[in-house]
T-cell receptor, first 113, second 114 residues
């Protein structure tokens, strides 16, 4: 079926720690992946994306790793801050020639000071 | 530069009624996608509009319909509302340059059906 699953529903970390959020996807043909952050009452906010011809991509304090062999995606957040507290979604593109994103249920990241 | 804007922000409707939600895409974007997000779930793709046509549809009944205007703005219409239609409706805009293009989301419209 169309689903992108996440391993942990809630992740609690201390401020300053590094956070790792994991995601499993089911469609081996998916070729584009995005991580979104969603704060309460707001729409999803783009964090970082990665194409299937890449294994790793880095942004500001964030790194996305893609392992196509086991269909696994992870988001690493360095030096996690209280402002990083939100629900994080991975999304895979299931469209052919257009973008149709399939989201998982999300992981809630709680950062305590 | 305004991002994606949606209206209204909140809406309460009665079962059986019809509702229209509106979306203005980010400046420079020509493609609008609509998603439904139930509480505690990830967004689910409803459909996408480009060049005023529905390009692809997710697993939603015909009660869900849409429209795109020449200025790229879009409407989502839902007829014969059910309690299960209560959700956050999200609009995402992007440029029609293929699959690997960043989609920007609006704040959403919270629809409650009573």
């Amino acid at each position: 079926g169309e689903s992108v699953g996440l391993h942990l529903p809630t992740l609690s970390v201390q401020e300053g720690d590094n956070s790792i959020i994991n995601c499993a996807y089911s469609n081996s043909a998916s070729d584009y992946f995005i991580w979104y952050k969603q704060e309460s009452g707001k729409g999803p906010q783009f964090i970082i994306d990665i194409r299937s011809n890449m294994d790793k991509r880095q942004g500001q304090r964030v790194t996305v790793l893609l392992n196509k062999t086991v269909k696994h995606l992870s988001l690493q957040i360095a030096a996690t801050q209280p402002g990083d507290s939100a629900v994080y979604f991975c999304a895979e593109n299931r469209g052919t020639g257009f973008q149709k994103l399939v989201f998982g249920t999300g992981t809630r990241l709680l950062v305590s000071p | 530069d305004a991002g994606v804007t949606q209206s209204p922000t909140h809406l309460i409707k009665t079962r059986g009624q019809q509702v229209t939600l509106r979306c203005s895409p980010k400046s420079g974007h020509d493609t609008v996608s609509w998603y439904q997000q139930a509480l505690g779930q990830g967004p689910q793709f409803i459909f996408q509009y480009y060049e005023e046509e529905e390009r692809q549809r997710g697993n939603f009944p015909d009660r869900f319909s849409g429209h795109q205007f020449p200025n790229y703005s879009s409407e989502l219409n839902v007829n014969a509302l059910l309690l299960g239609d209560s959700a956050l409706y999200l609009c995402a805009s992007s440029s029609w340059t293929g699959i690997d293009t960043e989609a920007f989301f609006g704040q959403g419209t919270r629809l409650t059906v009573v």
